[in-house]
């Protein structure tokens, strides 16, 4: 699913590059975190990431020799990117602040379209789903009506399209993250993180961890908040 792809690597691409001013990967994570989450927390005023990207700055200007003491690689991949997807996991579970306002961005991946335009058009597409025989034509349909019950908040109707789907592109990874998107949405943690597996299994991309992490601490808080 190209499209929904593009989507959700808007958002890890954002997450990845405010912290791009960190360099190493050995470092203290859990001190760096929780020095850049008094920070975060401070600003009042900003979009996540240019908040962290200020904090980071700082951080890395008071630690500077250490950071660059403890410089590496790590099995061929960057040490900045590997510390910054270290940093932003640990922020999401520890960072009250933080995680909030990266699950607004998770949330607002498919922003509510509650038109009666919105409507009519899954209707037609449904429409053209039943009648079309070209298969690269009805994936393309398929996708496009996915996405249109997620901003309609038709999560039952966006997963059974998404079943559609695995049958007609079973190695599509980004399947699986719309359907984690509508479980999360739907408060089925358990099966939302069961779905991000299985992306981080077809695609191979580790970014997709930070998915898994902001569903398992939502998961927990759920659980907290629940008693249980």
Request: overall charge negative; aromatic content about 10%; proline content about 1%.
């Amino acid at each position: 699913m190209r499209r929904i792809n593009l989507i959700y690597l808007s958002i890890l691409g954002l997450l990845l590059t405010i912290t791009q001013s960190c360099k190493e990967q050995k470092f203290d994570i859990e001190h760096a975190s929780s020095n850049i989450c008094t920070c975060y927390n401070a600003i009042e005023i900003g979009s996540l990431d240019l908040k962290v990207g200020e904090c980071l700055e700082k951080y890395e200007a008071e630690h500077r020799k250490d950071i660059q003491k403890f410089f590496t690689q790590d099995s061929g991949r960057n040490a900045i990117y590997h510390f910054s997807l270290t940093t932003i996991e640990h922020m999401l579970k520890s960072c009250d602040g933080f995680f909030h306002e990266a699950e607004a961005l998770y949330i607002n991946l498919y922003p509510v379209d509650s038109s009666q335009e919105n409507f009519q058009r899954i209707d037609h597409l449904a429409f053209q789903i039943n009648t079309m025989d070209n298969v690269d034509s009805l994936v393309q349909i398929v996708e496009e009506r996915i996405e249109r019950n997620l901003r309609a908040r038709n999560f039952h109707e966006a997963l059974a399209g998404i079943e559609r789907m695995h049958v007609l592109n079973p190695e599509d990874y980004g399947t699986y993250l719309a359907a984690a998107y509508a479980q999360y949405s739907m408060g089925e943690f358990k099966l939302a993180r069961l779905s991000v597996e299985k992306a981080l299994e077809l695609s191979q991309n580790p970014d997709l961890e930070l998915f898994k992490v902001l569903i398992e601490h939502r998961h927990r808080e759920a659980l907290l908040t629940m008693d249980i």
